[in-house]
């Protein structure tokens, strides 16, 4: 008590400091994260599925119809997604992360801002490319194409192809 004591002479009485510090207090315990939308040019949630478990994800849902997102306490946030990685498969007080279907046909990224510390623009290029991976190879199969060897190189894909005649 002698703290507060020395701050309110700074800034009035003791009770209206002990106030001030009580809410403020509260509101941190209860602060939950802002999540952001982030347009990516994703468009078929089936490879982007694949892409997120080439990068560890192994139970990531897929949804007909957007179903809402989940916050590190359990709350339930008016954001929604048809492509979620729940919180548990995320980290540690973590969040749901989301892909939401805009209405253009692309999957926009909703990631919370505590969540971007480790999910941010790096990875989201990762998830893009393995997404580009995954569409590339399932076109060319379509096209009789198949894989003869694939290694990665700074960062890049390099593929070997055959075709059938």
């Given amino acids: 008590m002698p703290r507060i004591a020395n701050l309110a002479v700074i800034f009035g009485t003791a009770r209206i400091l002990q106030c001030h510090i009580v809410a403020y207090t509260w509101r941190a315990r209860n602060q939950v994260s802002h999540y952001t939308k982030i ?25 007909e119809t957007a179903q809402n997102l989940y916050g590190y306490q359990n709350d339930r946030r008016t954001q929604t997604a048809e492509v979620i990685i729940r919180k548990q498969y995320v980290g540690a007080a973590s969040n749901d992360i989301g892909f939401s279907r805009e209405a253009d046909g692309s999957l926009s990224a909703i990631i919370s801002e ?29 096209q009789g194409f198949s ?11 390099k593929i070997s192809l055959s075709r059938m005649s």
């Fill in 114 to 142: 505590f969540d971007q510390l480790k999910y941010g623009a790096a990875w989201l290029n990762q998830v893009t490319q393995r997404y580009a991976y995954h569409a590339v190879i399932n076109k060319l199969a379509e």
């Fill in 147 to 157: 894989i003869e060897s694939e290694h990665a190189e700074k960062g890049q894909i």
């Fill in 39 to 63: 347009k990516t040019s994703i468009s078929d949630a089936a490879f982007l599925v694949k892409a997120l478990n080439d990068l560890g994800f192994a139970h990531v849902d897929r949804h």
